[in-house]
Every structure is written in C-alpha cells, then in structure tokens.
C-alpha cells in the first residue's frame, strides 16, 4: 500500500484545510487530495434579508481578506437593481481594494510563506557583519547596519534560550530542504519582524475611507466618505497627507525590502520549479477606471488561459453564462434535489449540507466517494487556477506594458526561463510582481481623488436606487473582484425586496476544490502531483507548494438562528 501522509490544518492564520498525499516509492507525491473540514453556511443566512445590508454579512467571511466580499456585494446588488456610483465612490474602492492587495501580498510573503524557505534557527550562527554587506548589496533599506544585525541576533538568542520561539514555534527547522545560508535566513526574519509592524500602517488606508478594518464601510450606491478639506470632522486635508505618506512609504518598502528578499531567497531555490499544476488559469479582472460594466477599462484583465498557452487568452469570460461558470458536489458533502452529477450556474445554486463522509474522528478521507466541504467551481467544464499567477499570465499573455517589464526584470535577475513562472516558484514571484503594481495602483488613485477634490467634487453616493420601490420586483444581479487569492463571485436573486438565494464561489473553492464527477483534480491537488520528498515524515514541500496559493478557508461557518443559537456543528478534525 503507498504510503498516505496527511497535513492538517494546513494555513497559517486560518485553518479548516485538509492535505492528504500518497506517495510513491521514490517519495514522490503520486496523487493528493485537498478538503475543506468546515461547512461555511453565509449564503442561508442572506436569505431573506434586506439586500443592502448583504456586504456587512458577506464581509465576516473572512478577517484576512477583510474588505473584498464587501466590494463583491455591493458591486453585485448595484447589479441587480440598476445602481451606478459617483466617480470618487468608484475611485475609493479602487484605492481601497489597491491597498487590500497591498497588504495582503506583503503579509503573506513573509508571515505566511516566508518560513517555508527561511531557516528561523539556522540564523542564528549567523555573522551580523556579514549579513550587512549581504544586505547593503542588494537595497538602499536603511535598517541595515552591522549593529541592527546584532541587535536582532540577541533578541533571537533570546527567544531560543527561554525555550519559547513564540512566532516562530512551529515549523521543521533544520529540514535538508532549507538551503539559505545563516546570514540570508537572519535578514530574512529582521524583516519578517519589520513586515509584522509595516503592514499595520498601510492598513490606516481603510480606516480613513471606511471608519475601521478590518471590515470597513462599504454603502450600496457608492461610499461612506464624507469628503470635506476644511473639516475635521469628515475626510479632511490632514488625513488625505497621511493617506499619501502611507502610499510612499509602502512602496518605498516594496522596492527596498520586498522585491530584493523576493529576488534573493528565490535564487537559492531555482530548483523549484515544479508545483505548476493545471496549467489552466482564469481572472475576471478588476480595477474599473470607469463604469463597471466597462471590461475594457479594468486595468487587471478578464480572461482566461488553458493549457498553458500564453499564445491564446479567451477573452470572452462571462459569469452570468451558464454554460461558463458552474459548481458540482460530486465529491462534495452537499447534495442537489436534481442529482449531484450536474454542475449549477450560481443563479440557480443550492446549499444543502448532507455529510456522508467517514465517522468523526477519521484516519483519512473516502476520496473514492465525498470528502469536502466546498464544491467544485468549474469554467466551461476546466479546473483552473484563479490568483496572483493567473493574473499575472494573462496580462502578460495580453502584452500588458507594466506587467510585462516586471515579469521580463525578474525572471532576467533569476536567470530563469519563461516556463519558470508554470511553478510554485514563479506561484511565489507573481505575488510580488503584482504587488509592486498595485502599490503603484494606489498612487494612482490616489491622484485622480485629489484632482476631483481640487476641481470641486466631493460626491461619494448616489441615491438614484437605494429606495427598494424603486427596483423592479424581480431580479438578479452579479458582482465580483479579484481578491488577493483570486477570482471572488457573488451572486444575488432579489425577490419583493429581500434576498430569495445567494451564492459565493470564492478564490479558495476554485483552487482547494475537491475532484469533479469526470476525477480530475481542483489547483492544489494537482500542483502537488509529482513533488519530491525530502523527508516525508516533516512534509515541508506540501507547505511550499500549498502556501504559494496562500490557502485561506474562513468561508467556513456555524449555522445559528436569530437568537444565537446554534443549529449546526461541524467538528475539525
């Protein structure tokens, strides 16, 4: 019998993901199997509420990705009863979601993917000195000084000899598959540490145009921004400063910081450039310069690529299609009045939770039968991947001047081919290829805000819809954005004024997914098809490749009725 590991929970921040790996006899991953353990239950909880009020539900998904199932509701309720947003609405929310990719790439390159190829332990016999040259070699970043160096390698001795690594407890330091020398591993973790402080400021950007985060406001028909120079009591003179010193400073931290750690780490592991998986890739775009309905201004474009084939973007991706996006429970623990062969289109989704899985505890799945909690989201009947890398691929497929010259400056410091990006590597570089670009985003619109705000607009809303008498009796709507792990859908039916169905297929469900009913394999499972192992019993390359995804499976949800009580429970194992 071939060998069977399991890694679970798999995420670093927010769990619910199931790794099950069976192995070869040269220790290779043979086939593998991704389940999601916990029910997320948000769309029976819309039902028959107000629809405005749908992005304050919808955002409780997740406090990772925070803002971006808001600006997939509102996008989708304005859908649906014909609302259109002011300008400087659509502006925020571009700056907004610019800041959310932002923070989030720079988050998960080094809290939740960096200690997959950074030796935490291994800094410790580093030479400070030699850490400074290394790092005055390749950035200006001004925090890097022999004496910063040996500051940091005290507190680190620190942690260790106390015998508690606290951030850093939980890994498999000292793996034969860490190839970084102690000096790179030490500047690594200072600026882990300087990452960990950083990220918090950027943040403010939400605060100032939302009121908080996580979870900013968000306001059907526009924003809640309340925009007035002179007052203090709205957003003001003062506070649009300190937006822009945000916006320097981030992608002042970017350039001296992220991408030279990004360029550095990745030439010590060139080896890995496998991970690729489907070759399958799909984006609906985002980042409208004007009406949202116009495609044709997202500066990320919509479309899709198959096979790997960069000579061929399918342009005419459309969700509303039935015939394009669908999800199947055939290895799913849901089930259709219909059947569970067919795939629906969102619009007429169901959520019917049936678990037929093995008696909790279990050893390991039933991957012949059910064995997850998210379906199976299909386009036009292809697996694909949906992220950083699928974005990426087909602006550059598209000859996207900006994408393009970042795409061709990496892989020329890498000394890579182009078949590098088809990898967990080229997975890991895309992040930050995209993350320079959105931070440039948000200068930019930060921009086009203050030229309106000079010209003497201040509007951020428009009623032209919010009355529910105005909106037609029946009706359904689509929204939508590329959130920072991938294509993210909602999809509304308005009935009498309340929500008579909702469906979220969100990025992790396109990529965790478990097999169709024809078995073929969702992105995770088919980007660990073939990866060799070091030591199977510290499967730390299941972590590398299943990390670069930047795995997040906080759609899960209890089901509670109006008095809090709890209905359903589904238990982790």
């Not at 071939?2 to 927010?14: G, H, L, M």
């Not at 002011?86 to 700056?95: K, M, S």
């Not at 400074?132 to 970043?141: E, K, M, N, T, V």
Request: aromatic share 10%; hydrophobic share 35%.
């Amino acid at each position: 019998m071939a060998k069977r590991i399991v890694v679970d929970p798999i995420p670093r921040i927010e769990g619910h993901l199931r790794i099950e790996a069976k192995l070869n006899g040269n220790n290779e991953i043979a086939d593998a199997y991704s389940s999601g353990t916990m029910w997320r239950g948000l769309e029976i909880i819309l039902q028959g509420r107000d629809p405005r009020d749908a992005w304050a539900y919808t955002q409780r998904i997740c406090g990772v990705c925070t803002t971006v199932h808001a600006l997939a509701s509102v996008r989708c309720v304005e859908d649906a009863i014909g609302a259109h947003i002011p300008p400087n609405a659509n502006i925020i929310r571009n700056l907004m979601n610019a800041t959310q990719q932002t923070q989030d790439h720079l988050i998960h390159f080094y809290h939740l993917h960096a200690l997959d190829w950074v030796d935490v332990v291994s800094a410790l016999s580093a030479d400070p000195n030699e850490a400074s040259r290394i790092a005055q070699s390749i950035s200006s970043y001004p925090k890097s000084s022999p004496g910063y160096f040996k500051d940091l390698l005290k507190t680190l001795k620190t942690f260790v000899e106390s015998g508690q690594l606290g951030i850093f407890s939980n890994a498999y330091w000292g793996h034969k598959g860490y190839l970084l020398p102690p000096e790179v591993n030490l500047i690594a973790v200072a600026h882990y540490l300087e990452a960990l402080d950083f990220q918090k400021e950027i943040i403010k950007i939400h605060a100032v145009f939302g009121g908080k985060n996580p979870h900013p406001n968000y306001l059907v028909g526009g924003m809640a921004s309340a925009i007035n120079p002179e007052s203090d009591r709205a957003i003001s003179i003062e506070r649009l400063a300190m937006v822009k010193k945000i916006i320097d400073d981030t992608n002042d931290f970017i350039d001296q910081v992220y991408i030279p750690d990004l360029i550095a780490i990745a030439g010590f592991y060139k080896g890995w450039l496998h991970g690729g998986g489907l070759g399958n890739y799909l984006s609906y775009g985002d980042f409208p310069e004007t009406d949202i309905n116009d495609v044709d201004s997202y500066l990320w474009s919509r479309g899709a690529i198959l096979n790997k084939d960069l000579g061929t973007v399918y342009d005419d991706v459309d969700p509303r299609d039935p015939a394009q996006i669908t999800e199947e429970v055939s290895h799913s623990w849901y089930t259709y009045k219909d059947g569970d062969e067919k795939g629906l289109h969102p619009w007429d989704g169901e959520t019917n939770p049936k678990y037929v899985g093995p008696e909790l505890p279990y050893k390991h799945l039933d991957t012949d039968h059910k064995y997850s909690w998210l379906k199976t989201p299909r386009w036009r009947d292809n697996p694909v991947e949906v992220g950083p890398l699928a974005r990426v691929l087909i602006a550059y497929a598209k000859g996207n001047d900006d994408i393009v010259g970042l795409v061709d400056t990496v892989l020329g410091k890498l000394k890579a081919p182009k078949a590098a990006l088809f990898s967990t590597l080229g997975r890991t570089a895309a992040r930050g290829i995209e993350c320079k670009q959105t931070a440039g985003f948000m200068r930019r619109y930060y921009d086009q805000l203050i030229a309106n705000i000079k010209a003497g607009d201040y509007d951020t809303f428009s009623k032209n819809r919010w009355e529910p008498k105005r909106w037609p009796k029946d009706c359904r709507g689509f929204g939508f954005t590329e959130a920072p792990r991938g294509a993210l859908g909602h999809w509304i039916h308005i009935k009498d004024e309340k929500i008579a169905d909702y469906q979220i297929v969100v990025p992790s469900t396109w990529n965790a997914s478990p097999r169709d009913g024809k078995g073929r394999s969702g992105a995770y499972e088919a980007a660990l098809k073939g990866t060799p192992m070091v030591d199977p019993e510290q499967p730390l390359e299941v972590l590398r490749t299943i990390h670069s995804f930047d795995p997040c499976l906080a759609c899960a949800s209890h089901i509670v009725d109006m008095e809090g009580n709890e209905i359903t429970q589904v238990k982790v194992v």
